[in-house]
């Protein structure tokens, strides 16, 4: 399986073979700098269309053509260009920079405190997600959304069933590359398509903020991901993840 997507402006390439192990390359030949892989589906090998230059699922340059008359020419040094990679339940994280903190230091506490919380997400599939795209600068966006002084005008029909004051909520620094935020639901509120109580679990709004371009968040029923894709400085791609628990009904 081969899934294409563009991170920050680079064009990457996600695969999974075989082994069902997922691995991340930049989509660029080493040849000419041709995308390799033009759109997601199923294919054994890697095939740049401009002039058939063809890798492995591990990234190796399998074939070259009219190579072999070079002597000097070693497939080895032509690799796609790698990237990280981390499955976390039915998400795929990765990043662009191979000298960055392993994920597991990214998000070091965060895990065991949403499980704490009542999420696994590992109980959860792929819902449904959206697409905009918004004409602002990504730090001004960001800068925006990881508190709720906004939700009562800019998310009335959220902060409705939230309580906005201040001192009944709690925003925290949960570690080096990430905030968490909790707002307790209002009482007679029972719940929506993604909110739910849970029994013996307190019936709260939870938002994690990972640093520097994404969010999860989750309450009681599911949990969702907003992921921004920076465009120009002054545009960005904003896309809304939902995930569901395993078996809910498409209805």
Known sequence: DVYVR??????????????????????ICRHRGHPVVISSGNQPKLRCHQHAWTYGLDGKLQQAPR?????????????LVPIKTHVWGPMVWVNLNLESPSFDEWVKGMPELMQQRGLDVNDHEFGFDHTWEINCNWKVFQDNTIE???????HPELARVLEMK???????VGGRYWIHHTIPFRQGFEG????????????????????PTTYLQHSGKGFDIGSLDIIAVDKIRFRHICFMPRGTSVE
């Open 192 to 211: 929506s398509l993604t909110t739910k109580k849970v029994p013996g679990v307190p019936f709260n709004y939870y938002y994690h903020w990972v640093f």
């Open 166 to 172: 201040p001192s009944l909520q709690d925003i925290r």
């Open 67 to 79: 190579s072999e008359g070079d002597p000097t020419f070693d497939p080895a040094q032509f690799g």
């Open 6 to 27: 563009n991170i920050a402006g680079v064009p990457i390439v996600l695969v999974r073979d075989a082994d069902r192990a997922v691995r991340g390359y930049i989509n």
């Open 148 to 154: 709720c002084y906004h939700c009562p005008t800019t």
